[in-house]
């Protein structure tokens, strides 16, 4: 092969020294992810709510008193504003930290992710899943999203098969295609390869991708070791519920 042809084929790869950094700058934006998912249901749900349950104490009392019929219409109003606005917080925090997470661990996000995914995917969980941060459940599920948004997006597969395994020593995930190849950069400034490649390196774990010579599936294979040593900024509920 020439060099001109070789030139061709190469493609750019984000160098080592810069996979750390890019990690640390991940892990400060899942923290803030976290946090202001909990502030969102703390503080702006919480009030919400509160001002829901006063103004139904309010129509509780009009109503047997004997109130104003244009005062009561208002108060309507108002409940259906505060309930609206309630489930607008709900979705804001479930979009910055889902829910599931927090209550199901890893292997019920995973099971979400399959739900709504909008086409075939088979789901296999070994194992009782290990006791994980929330911030680094968050790592993690970013990390496995990409993936598997990158191959229903990119690799035209029309066979995608996941299985989790999960020990005390570590967790790991097992995504098999037939689609093409599409765990290299796409493109010279590839950021979403980039940012699975950073969020792993925080977790101290590995992407390693094989094709198998007998049938020509793809694999990619997400392996993080046990302990995960990054800071967790939410001790509480760091428990996964079990898995049915």
């Known amino acids: 092969m020439n060099a001109r042809a070789q030139a061709r084929t190469e493609r750019p790869r984000l160098p080592a020294d810069a996979i750390a950094p890019l990690g640390s700058v991940l892990q400060e934006q899942d923290t803030h992810r976290v946090d202001l998912a909990q502030r969102l249901h703390r503080d702006v749900a919480g009030g ?8 139904e104490m309010i129509r509780h009392e009009l109503q047997h008193g004997g109130g104003n019929p244009e005062l009561s219409g208002m108060l309507t109003s108002l409940e259906t504003a505060l309930r609206q606005t309630i489930q607008v917080v709900r979705d804001l925090t479930g979009e910055q930290l889902p829910s599931v997470l927090k209550t199901f661990g890893i292997g019920g996000a995973l099971r979400q992710l399959v739900d709504e995914a909008g086409s075939p995917i088979e789901l ?12 680094q459940r968050l790592c993690l599920h ?7 948004q990158r191959i229903r997006h990119h ?3 029309s066979r995608i098969e996941i299985v989790g395994s999960f020990d005390p020593a570590r967790v790991e995930i097992l995504i098999e295609h037939d689609g093409t190849d ?10 979403a390869l980039a940012a699975i490649k950073g969020r792993l390196s925080l977790l101290g774990g ?5 094709r198998q010579a007998e049938d020509g599936l793809r694999r990619a294979r997400v392996v993080v070791p046990l302990p995960v040593h990054t800071s967790e900024i939410s001790p509480q509920s760091s428990q996964p519920a079990a898995l049915s």
């Open 142 to 148: 970013q990390v496995l999203q990409a993936l598997i």
């Open 48 to 55: 919400l709510v509160a001002c829901t349950t006063l103004s």
């Open 182 to 191: 599409v765990m290299r950069a796409l493109s010279p400034g590839d950021a």
């Open 206 to 210: 590995r992407l390693l991708l094989s």
């Open 124 to 135: 296999t969980l070994n194992g009782d899943e290990p006791a994980l941060g929330l911030s």
């Open 155 to 157: 690799a035209a597969a």
